[in-house]
Nanobody, 120 residues
Framework: QVHLVESGGGMVQPGGSLRLSCAAS????????MGWYRQAPGKEREWVAT???????NYADSVKGRFTISRDNAMTTVYLQMYNLKPEDTADYYC??????????????WGQGTLVTVSS
Protein backbone atom coordinates (compact mmCIF):
# COMPACT_ATOMS: atom_id res chain seq x y z
CA GLN A 1 0.00 0.00 0.00
CA VAL A 2 0.96 3.59 -0.57
CA HIS A 3 0.53 6.14 2.16
CA LEU A 4 0.58 9.92 2.06
CA VAL A 5 1.23 11.86 5.24
CA GLU A 6 0.66 15.60 5.39
CA SER A 7 2.22 17.91 7.94
CA GLY A 8 2.71 21.61 8.58
CA GLY A 9 -0.81 22.72 9.33
CA GLY A 10 -1.65 24.98 12.21
CA MET A 11 -3.10 28.30 13.20
CA VAL A 12 -1.81 31.53 11.75
CA GLN A 13 -2.95 35.15 11.68
CA PRO A 14 -4.22 36.75 8.48
CA GLY A 15 -1.29 37.72 6.31
CA GLY A 16 0.86 34.96 7.73
CA SER A 17 2.54 32.02 6.05
CA LEU A 18 2.61 28.26 6.40
CA ARG A 19 4.37 25.47 4.55
CA LEU A 20 2.62 22.14 4.13
CA SER A 21 4.46 18.92 3.30
CA CYS A 22 3.17 15.63 1.95
CA ALA A 23 5.39 12.57 1.95
CA ALA A 24 4.65 9.33 0.13
CA SER A 25 5.77 5.96 1.44
CA UNK A 26 4.97 2.29 1.09
CA UNK A 27 4.76 0.10 -1.98
CA UNK A 28 6.52 1.04 -5.22
CA UNK A 29 4.45 3.68 -6.91
CA UNK A 30 5.23 5.65 -10.01
CA UNK A 31 3.84 9.09 -9.32
CA UNK A 32 2.79 11.15 -12.31
CA UNK A 33 1.19 14.04 -10.48
CA MET A 34 0.69 15.32 -6.97
CA GLY A 35 -1.74 17.93 -5.82
CA TRP A 36 -3.32 19.74 -2.95
CA TYR A 37 -7.01 20.06 -2.22
CA ARG A 38 -8.87 21.67 0.65
CA GLN A 39 -12.21 21.39 2.33
CA ALA A 40 -13.62 24.19 4.43
CA PRO A 41 -16.27 23.51 7.07
CA GLY A 42 -19.63 22.94 5.41
CA LYS A 43 -18.19 23.09 1.90
CA GLU A 44 -17.15 20.61 -0.74
CA ARG A 45 -13.54 19.67 -1.28
CA GLU A 46 -11.89 21.92 -3.85
CA TRP A 47 -8.74 21.70 -5.87
CA VAL A 48 -5.88 24.03 -4.91
CA ALA A 49 -2.81 23.18 -6.98
CA THR A 50 -1.19 20.41 -9.01
CA UNK A 51 2.34 19.62 -10.09
CA UNK A 52 3.12 16.91 -12.62
CA UNK A 53 6.30 14.95 -13.17
CA UNK A 54 7.18 16.91 -16.26
CA UNK A 55 7.10 20.11 -14.24
CA UNK A 56 3.79 21.64 -15.26
CA UNK A 57 2.08 23.50 -12.42
CA ASN A 58 -1.43 24.83 -12.09
CA TYR A 59 -3.23 26.78 -9.38
CA ALA A 60 -6.79 27.59 -8.53
CA ASP A 61 -7.55 31.25 -9.14
CA SER A 62 -8.25 31.76 -5.44
CA VAL A 63 -4.65 30.98 -4.47
CA LYS A 64 -2.73 32.09 -7.54
CA GLY A 65 0.07 34.46 -6.58
CA ARG A 66 -0.10 33.49 -2.91
CA PHE A 67 0.57 29.74 -2.89
CA THR A 68 3.51 27.85 -4.40
CA ILE A 69 3.57 24.10 -5.02
CA SER A 70 6.87 22.28 -5.36
CA ARG A 71 8.26 18.75 -5.15
CA ASP A 72 11.44 16.84 -4.60
CA ASN A 73 13.23 15.28 -7.57
CA ALA A 74 11.99 11.79 -6.76
CA MET A 75 8.40 12.99 -6.69
CA THR A 76 7.93 11.43 -3.27
CA THR A 77 7.32 14.66 -1.40
CA VAL A 78 5.26 17.66 -2.39
CA TYR A 79 5.10 21.00 -0.64
CA LEU A 80 2.63 23.84 -0.52
CA GLN A 81 4.07 27.17 0.54
CA MET A 82 1.27 29.51 1.48
CA TYR A 83 1.76 33.25 1.81
CA ASN A 84 -0.60 36.09 2.70
CA LEU A 85 -3.09 33.69 4.19
CA LYS A 86 -6.68 34.82 4.50
CA PRO A 87 -9.48 33.64 6.79
CA GLU A 88 -11.15 32.05 3.76
CA ASP A 89 -8.11 29.79 3.39
CA THR A 90 -9.15 28.03 6.58
CA ALA A 91 -9.72 24.37 5.71
CA ASP A 92 -8.47 20.84 5.97
CA TYR A 93 -5.77 20.49 3.33
CA TYR A 94 -5.39 17.14 1.59
CA CYS A 95 -2.61 15.81 -0.57
CA UNK A 96 -3.32 13.53 -3.52
CA UNK A 97 -0.97 11.46 -5.63
CA UNK A 98 -1.86 9.90 -8.96
CA UNK A 99 0.18 7.39 -10.90
CA UNK A 100 0.58 3.66 -11.41
CA UNK A 101 1.46 0.81 -9.10
CA UNK A 102 4.14 -1.81 -9.70
CA UNK A 103 1.82 -3.72 -12.07
CA UNK A 104 1.01 -0.66 -14.11
CA UNK A 105 -2.48 -0.18 -12.76
CA UNK A 106 -3.70 3.36 -12.20
CA UNK A 107 -3.54 4.39 -8.58
CA UNK A 108 -4.84 7.41 -6.73
CA UNK A 109 -3.99 7.97 -3.10
CA TRP A 110 -5.16 10.58 -0.61
CA GLY A 111 -3.58 11.73 2.61
CA GLN A 112 -5.44 12.13 5.88
CA GLY A 113 -5.43 15.91 5.82
CA THR A 114 -3.89 18.68 7.88
CA LEU A 115 -5.87 21.57 9.32
CA VAL A 116 -5.01 25.16 8.48
CA THR A 117 -6.75 27.86 10.50
CA VAL A 118 -6.35 31.52 9.62
CA SER A 119 -7.71 33.72 12.35
CA SER A 120 -6.84 36.77 14.36
Amino acid sequence: QVHLVESGGGMVQPGGSLRLSCAASGSPFSVNAMGWYRQAPGKEREWVATIVRGGSINYADSVKGRFTISRDNAMTTVYLQMYNLKPEDTADYYCKAAGTDSTGRPLEVWGQGTLVTVSS
